[in-house]
Nanobody, 122 residues
Framework: QVQLVESGGGLVQPGGSLRLSCAAS????????MGWYRQAPGKERELVAI???????NYADSVKGRFTISRDNAKTTVYLQMNSLKPEDTALYYC????????????????WGQGTLVTVSS
């Protein structure tokens, strides 16, 4: 079974920065897309940023210009650099992978990480 392992959340003051990481727990052959979603208390889960296999990215309007999604050369780890953080960025951030295929060619249509908490507060 493959898992997505997230790290990097924490408490930061407004205007500060954090970097989230998400890596697959096993060796991966390919992934169609990886992204970050977030869910604030009392709100629905929303897309923050996504990067597809070709390298194209897409961002929620609320984070454009402040957040950057990237991945490592092996394309199995995804990062979310978050700058100029605001209190409204406070949420549980989830990593998502779509179309993940392991080295033994087992396909996982969609996987979610366990979530990492980001709190922006003074």
């Amino acid at each position: 079974q493959v898992q997505l392992v997230e790290s990097g959340g924490g408490l930061v003051q407004p205007g500060g920065s954090l970097r989230l990481s998400c890596a697959a727990s096993r060796s991966i052959f390919s992934i169609n897309a990886m992204g970050w979603y977030r869910q604030a208390p009392g709100k629905e889960r929303e897309l923050v940023a996504i990067i597809i296999s070709g390298g194209s990215t897409n961002y929620a309007d609320s984070v454009k210009g402040r957040f950057t999604i990237s991945r490592d050369n092996a394309k199995t780890t995804v990062y979310l650099q978050m700058n100029s953080l605001k209190p409204e960025d406070t949420a549980l951030y989830y990593c998502n992978a779509q179309g993940l295929r392991t080295r033994d060619l087992r396909l996982y249509p969609e996987l979610w990480g366990q979530g990492t908490l980001v709190t922006v507060s003074s």
